[in-house]
C-alpha cells in the first residue's frame, strides 16, 4: 500500500485457494486492506467514519487506548480485528490468510474515509478450476 492506492491493480484467484496475504503500508497515512463486497465495503466505510469521530484512528495512526473505550452505540471496543481486514500505521507490515470457497467478485480496498473514493480498491475474482463449476 501507498498513499491512495494498492501497488497491485487486480488479484485473481481460484475456487479454494488460500492465499496468504503480506501487507505492507509504504505511505505516510494509516491504510487497510480489507477483503470484501462493494456493500460490505460501504457498511464497513461507516464503522471508519465512527472510528475517526471517536478518534480512535487518525490520518497516520491508531489511538489503541480508545479502540478499548464503549462508544456508546451498544457494540462496545471496536477492535478492528476481523479476520478479512487489516490496519496498518506508516511503514507497518500486515498478513490475512484467506481461502477462497466459492466462485464470486470480491474487491480488496481501504475504508480510511476518503480513501476508497479516492480509488485505493481493486477487483478479486475469485475463478473456477476447469475441473470445479461454480
Not at 40 to 69: L, V
Not at 100 to 107: M, T
Request: proline share 5%; charged share 25%; aromatic share 6%.
Amino acid at each position: 500500500m501507498v498513499d491512495n492506492y494498492y501497488d497491485v491493480e487486480s488479484i485473481k484467484v481460484k475456487k479454494g485457494e488460500t492465499i496468504r496475504f503480506i501487507i505492507k503500508n509504504e505511505g505516510e497515512f494509516l491504510h487497510e486492506f480489507n477483503i470484501g463486497t462493494p456493500d460490505m465495503h460501504a457498511k464497513h466505510q461507516e464503522e471508519m467514519a465512527m472510528m475517526a469521530e471517536h478518534g480512535m484512528i487518525t490520518p497516520t495512526g491508531i489511538d489503541h487506548s480508545k479502540m478499548k473505550m464503549d462508544h456508546g452505540d451498544g457494540k462496545g471496543p471496536m477492535s478492528h480485528d476481523d479476520p478479512n481486514s487489516v490496519l496498518l500505521e506508516p511503514g507497518k507490515t500486515g498478513e490475512i490468510i484467506w481461502q477462497f470457497s466459492k466462485v464470486v467478485e470480491l474487491e480488496y480496498g481501504c475504508n480510511i474515509p476518503g480513501h476508497y473514493d479516492a480509488g485505493m480498491v481493486g477487483p478479486l475474482h475469485v475463478q473456477a478450476t476447469s475441473k470445479q463449476s461454480s
